[in-house]
């Protein structure tokens, strides 16, 4: 059966995860990844309120740790990397540091940007990691990152992150359009968790064959369950070798769940939009979960070696809140220069200084013809 | 002589020479590569270029836009053509959700070498889709230069400064100047956003004019010369940011005031103009402030309203009778 957000609760709890499609070793480090941003996720959640010292609206990516991890493990400093607005988890893919993370989110001066964009807007220019909150804007610049990557034949591919949501719009399109015409070094990576804030895929569009389609502009597609950490990697990684041979562009659909509501660390069940029954379906295939198990069965993993990781990442995040606590609110002495950067190193080195107040009025203006 | 070309072929001239100085430089848009090439301004850059770095793009206005700020930030400095400003409101996104706060939001540590040119159709019936200049919603925005060039020369200075700069920018070109011919040098230049220039000198009053509004200034100061009354004529070349320093000195000296601008009465560059005169001075303007601006209204087809719509030197040669009055 072709998997879907509506098949999938019919096959039952998933049973298929492989350690062995990544190897051992990938498929622990793939378990500590995913730990780590589901603990840093967890622990900003429950310090947001009461001490409401986190003013920006944050999209928590509890439950979509499969795909942040696997790429996290799969792309180098130099791949851009352009995200949605649930950026934590592409943020942590790209290697960013988690201290500026936090600083972002509370705001301070020592943040990845400054205290000036937050969650939603977060960037890291030296890591190569930008997102943002209108759902596409940051595709359709991915898009023309892989166009520079090829004009130029760098070796770097472009990866762009967001949810089925994102899909809907029609710079989405656009985009794949784009990308399928000219075959660009770009990975578009859907995490499908059915819904676009409350609303289900299937009351917005016609089906839910977001691969079938981008298929017909020349994107391959792969849709893949979005919790089996070992054949997300898996997925990936093929999909990302071909594209460093000039084999793209790809898309990977890995449906998936946030466990956490929309935005912020408040129960949105008000709305009704999904069922009990639904969440303790995702509770029980969380990707941490479903990997650890195995893991373990195959003595790969014991309860030492997870209370140690456990250990290593409580005394991160706690380093994290301190670093973030403790520095400083920002300043801004030149409004004029946060928004303009004002020189020009290039045109100095290539233009002459030139001024002429000639001109003669005594023209008529163009006349226009049809075209 | 001095070399004399349009104001079309300093556009393409300078094009050109950006790409040859740097392979950075890319031309983006729908029909670059075509012979008619934009009104004359990439024609044959394709062929000396290739189809690559003069690429003909999907309609996809708001792609292109984002696009160009996706390759910026792998080193391209991209100029993105649009034949129609009125086409390029898709991008509306990408430019001011994205490519105007890019340097913002990533706290000074990245750009956004992006440049914009959106073209403004005038006359032959070009109706309410094809004639939008809106230059005074671009001014209003933090983080996007805005350019609206009136002369040959102005216009390759401009656009070559705008290509080699670090910030954003749109230079938004009248097309009734494209035929326009005037001295420009052949040697890449530079014109320097954010400097007016003093186009006319005259004592009696100062009329500020932009883009298009400038060639029938210029006429009516000519015109009332020969009454003996003397205009002072500040071209402010761009709009953001917007030269107040020249306008408010010659306001000063001529403590009359007149705006001719391309756009609707209402919201728009000369109300901006007005007001900072009227910060600096106030009750020392010996004159109400007048604006010569298009009707608070979208712009007719029918040649006879044109002729209507459109203010020429007559409607600045009023306005300046009636600061003077």
């Not at chain 1, 946060?338 to 203006?365: K, M, R, T, V, Y």
């Not at chain 2, 090439?37 to 990439?42: D, R």
């Not at chain 2, 959106?118 to 032959?124: E, F, M, S, Y």
């Not at chain 2, 005031?257 to 009227?278: C, K, M, Q, R, Y």
Request: aromatic share 8%; with cysteine.
């Amino acid at each position: 059966m072709e998997i879907s957000h509506s098949t999938i609760r019919q096959i039952g709890d998933y049973r298929l995860v492989n350690p062995e499609i990544a190897g051992g070793e990938i498929a622990i480090r793939l378990h500590y990844q995913m730990l780590r941003l589901r603990r840093l996720e967890e622990a900003l959640r429950d310090e947001y309120h009461p001490a409401d010292e986190m003013r920006c609206p944050i999209h928590f990516c509890i439950g979509q740790e499969a795909v942040p991890a696997a790429l996290s493990l799969l792309l180098s400093t130099e791949d851009f990397l352009f995200s949605h607005h649930r950026s934590h988890g592409y943020y942590f893919a790209k290697g960013a540091p988690l201290n500026e993370l936090f600083a972002e989110i509370y705001g301070r001066k020592t943040g990845a940007s400054g205290g000036l964009a937050g969650s939603q807007d977060i960037s890291h220019p030296s890591s190569n990691f930008y997102s943002g909150a209108i759902l596409s804007g940051a595709v359709s610049i991915a898009t023309g990152a892989a166009f520079g990557f090829q004009l130029q034949k760098k070796p770097q591919i472009s990866v762009t992150g967001f949810g089925e949501g994102a899909t809907d719009e029609g710079a989405f399109w656009e985009a794949v359009n784009h990308a399928g015409a000219k075959k660009l070094p770009l990975l578009f990576v859907v995490e499908n968790n059915r819904y676009a804030t409350f609303s289900d895929q299937l009351k917005r569009q016609n089906s839910d064959n977001i691969c079938e389609r981008v298929e017909a502009f020349g994107v391959r597609s792969k849709k893949i369950f979005g919790n089996d950490a070992p054949l997300v990697w898996q997925t990936l990684k093929d999909e990302i070798s071909r594209l460093r041979n000039d084999d793209g562009p790809a898309l990977v659909e890995a449906y998936t769940y946030r466990l956490n509501s929309h935005v912020g660390p408040e129960d949105d069940g008000i709305n009704n939009y999904r069922t009990q029954e639904e969440m303790e379906f995702w509770k029980r295939n969380c990707p941490i979960r479903l990997l650890q198990e195995k893991l373990v069965a195959t003595g790969l993993l014991n309860e030492k070696l997870i209370a140690e990781a456990e250990e290593t990442i409580a005394q991160e995040v706690a380093n994290c809140f301190d670093f973030a606590k403790s520095s400083s609110f920002p300043k801004v002495s030149d409004w004029r220069a946060l928004n303009f950067n004002g020189n020009s190193p290039c045109a100095d080195a290539f233009l002459a200084e030139e001024n002429s107040a000639i001109f003669n009025p005594a023209q008529s203006e163009a006349k226009l013809a049809p075209y | 002589m001095a070399r004399e070309i349009s104001y079309a072929e300093a556009i393409r001239e300078a094009t050109d020479q950006a790409m040859a100085l740097s392979n950075d430089v890319v031309v983006l848009g729908q029909l670059v590569d075509t012979p008619a090439g934009i009104f004359g301004t990439t024609t044959g850059l394709a062929g000396k270029y290739g189809l690559e770095r003069v690429q003909d793009y999907p309609v996809s206005e708001n792609l292109m836009t984002a696009a160009a700020l996706g390759s910026s930030l792998t080193g391209l400095r991209p100029i993105i053509c649009h034949q129609r400003l009125d086409f390029m409101l898709y991008s509306l996104d990408a430019i001011t959700n994205w490519l105007a706060l890019w340097r913002f939001k990533s706290n000074e540590k990245s750009s956004a070498r992006v440049t914009i040119r959106a073209i403004v159709g005038k006359g032959w019936g070009q109706g309410p889709q094809h004639s939008k200049s809106l230059h005074s919603w671009f001014a209003h925005l933090p983080g996007l230069r805005v350019a609206m060039p009136a002369t040959a020369f102005d216009a390759k200075g401009l656009l070559l400064e705008s290509v080699f700069s670090e910030d954003p920018a749109i230079i938004i070109e009248g097309r009734g100047l494209f035929s326009m011919r005037e001295h420009v040098p052949e040697h890449p230049y530079r014109v320097r956003f954010g400097q007016a220039l003093v186009r006319k000198e005259g004592f009696d009053v100062t009329v500020v004019a932009i883009g298009v509004m400038v060639p029938p200034a210029m006429r009516a100061a000519a015109i009332l010369d020969k009454e003996g009354i003397s205009v002072e004529v500040v071209d402010p070349r761009t709009l953001n940011p917007l030269d107040r320093e020249t306008i408010v000195k010659s306001t000063t000296k001529t403590s009359r005031l007149v705006v001719a601008d391309p756009g609707w009465h209402s919201f728009g560059a000369a109300t901006e103009i007005i007001t900072t005169v009227t910060e600096s001075m106030g009750t020392q303007l010996l004159c109400n402030p007048q604006r010569v601006t298009y009707p608070d209204s979208h712009t007719p087809m029918s040649m006879a309203l044109e002729k209507e719509y459109y203010p020429n030197e007559q409607e600045i040669i009023l306005a300046i009778r009636r600061a003077l009055e």
